[in-house]
């Protein structure tokens, strides 16, 4: 029933009907020359770059249109393109785990805070009890707050992955709805702005949005990144082929560092 709730919506929003949630750089452009936009929907953390990525392409290769639809989760994104409804996932997966499609850019994952608080190391014993919802304040009498992100996110299950022991303590936290779970972007980055928050974010997404956050070092956690994937529908479309071949040649490859990401390869 979910499934048939999703795409019925998906459907309703690829036939032209107005969305009040769809930003107005997102509105799905009229086909030129009566040729279909190829569409592309996924998750959170891969949306904005590949947007600006598909801007680009279409600036210097006029065409197809290619039309980046509001996030829609990877699962549900996968579900509409079997029904025909996406050209395209967009997806993020933890580094280093199998992942299919076209690897588009590379960004580390980190633990960052907002506003007001001047720590940057947290231990994992209080990151712990931060999620376990008792914690002391930060130093100078700000309150903490943990900003979460769902179960299933890479970005958490990356950290989680790269920190064993804060595997447990996060996801009783976000199943016991202790403190705030986040799974849209734009509120992601509206809740790390706030005073006292402490939360997990990728450095890119960070750069590319200009948030103001800073990094603090968690001592013992391995290096974390997660991927951001491109995977295409089969029969892949001709237009959607030239915009995977811009997207990891040369340009794509230097337009994905200036916009604060790593690129495939690039060195660490």
């Known amino acids: 029933?979910?499934?048939?709730?999703?795409?019925?919506?998906?459907?309703?929003?690829?036939?032209?009907?107005?969305?009040?949630?769809?930003p107005p750089d997102l509105a799905p452009p009229a086909g030129r020359g009566g040729a279909q936009p190829i569409r592309l929907a996924g998750d959170v953390t891969a949306t904005p770059l590949v947007n600006h990525l598909v801007q680009v392409?279409?600036?210097?290769?006029?065409?197809?249109?290619?039309?980046v639809e509001p996030p829609l989760g990877v699962d549900g994104a996968r579900a509409a393109m079997v029904d025909g409804l996406l050209s395209g996932v967009l997806a993020?997966?933890?580094?280093?785990?199998?992942?299919?499609?076209?690897?588009?850019?590379?960004?580390?994952?980190?633990?960052?805070v907002g506003p007001g608080v001047r720590a940057r190391r947290v231990t994992p014993e209080a990151l712990a009890a931060l999620a376990g919802g008792t914690a002391d304040d930060w130093?100078?009498?700000?309150p903490r707050q943990l900003v979460l992100r769902p179960i299933d996110d890479p970005l958490q299950a990356a950290l989680a992955a790269a920190t064993p022991r804060l595997d447990g303590a996060l996801t009783e936290a976000v199943r016991a709805r202790r403190w705030p779970v986040h799974s849209r972007e734009t509120t992601l980055r509206e809740a790390l702005r706030r005073p006292g928050v402490l939360g997990v974010a990728d450095r890119g997404n960070l750069r590319l949005h200009g948030s103001p956050t800073w990094e603090?070092?968690?001592?013992?956690?391995?290096?974390?990144?997660?991927?951001?994937?491109?995977?295409?529908?089969?029969?892949?479309?001709?237009?959607l082929r030239a915009f995977l071949a811009f997207a990891t040649g040369e340009e794509g490859r230097g337009l994905v560092v200036d916009l604060g990401f790593e690129a495939p390869g690039e060195a660490r």
Request: hydrophobic residues 45%; proline residues 12%.
């Open 1 to 22: 029933m979910a499934r048939c709730t999703l795409l019925i919506l998906l459907a309703l929003a690829l036939t032209g009907c107005p969305r009040a949630d769809t």
């Open 57 to 67: 392409f279409e600036s210097r290769l006029p065409g197809r249109p290619i039309v």
């Open 92 to 112: 993020t997966v933890v580094a280093g785990r199998d992942g299919s499609g076209a690897l588009l850019a590379r960004s580390p994952v980190v633990l960052v």
């Open 139 to 142: 130093p100078g009498g700000l």
């Open 216 to 239: 603090v070092d968690l001592p013992g956690r391995q290096p974390a990144a997660v991927e951001i994937r491109l995977e295409p529908a089969e029969p892949v479309p001709a237009r």
